[in-house]
């Protein structure tokens, strides 16, 4: 992703997500998304918008909002993931995690906080709400275990049993191969 200034509307708290920056014949470009449903607009909460104003101010005459250091100019997705490799060794996760991953980690934490699946979909570009669930199957199947378990919790209440609470259990690696991020290790 090539995010602009431009790209941010402060005011409305949206993201306009339109281009990318890939590398052809060892040169960077910019290039639309790969999909037309890749080309988008995210809203996003005001911490974020925050945030995106303070690291423009760090270098208000540059267009680009995160532009490297070195250049100037768009980051290399090499460099990226040199980068991600570093603070993931530096916050003691496996470094195996890639740059990819906290997509799926951002979906898997919306859908557990209860976004509805269609608006997580539009928001990471899907093509459909369907794929989008098969993507992310084991959060549902988690979510359906976590709805068993309030419907028998209901149901020891209504009959008088209390029985121990069961342990929750981890969700298995997506058949993508995405993996989560654990948040609770990240200070």
């Known amino acids: 992703m090539a995010l602009l200034w431009e790209d941010l509307d402060v005011e ?15 040169d960077l470009e910019v290039t ?10 995210v809203a996003l909460p005001q911490q ?3 945030l995106l104003i303070q690291e423009h101010e760090k270098h208000p005459d540059n267009p680009l909002m995160f532009p490297s250091p070195r250049t100037g100019t768009y980051w290399s997705p090499d460099g990226v993931s040199r980068i991600n490799k570093n603070l993931l060794k530096r916050a003691d996760i496996d470094t195996s995690v890639r740059f990819h991953d906290l997509r799926h980690t951002f979906a898997t934490m919306a859908m557990q906080s209860g976004v509805d699946v269609k608006t997580l979909s539009s928001m990471l570009g899907h093509y459909s709400a369907g794929f989008t669930l098969d993507t992310y199957t084991h959060v549902t199947n988690q979510m359906q275990y976590g709805a068993a378990q309030k419907i028998g919790s209901f149901m020891n209440e209504a009959t008088g049993n209390t029985p121990e609470p069961e342990p929750p259990t981890t969700p298995p690696e997506a058949e993508n191969g995405c993996k989560v991020i654990p948040f609770e290790r990240v200070g």
Request: hydrophobic letters at 30%; zero cysteines; glycine letters at 4%.
């Open 32 to 41: 639309e998304p790969k999909t037309q449903n890749s080309i988008r607009k």
């Open 48 to 50: 974020t918008v925050d």
């Open 12 to 26: 409305n708290r949206i993201l306009s997500v339109s281009k990318q920056v890939v590398r052809v014949n060892g």
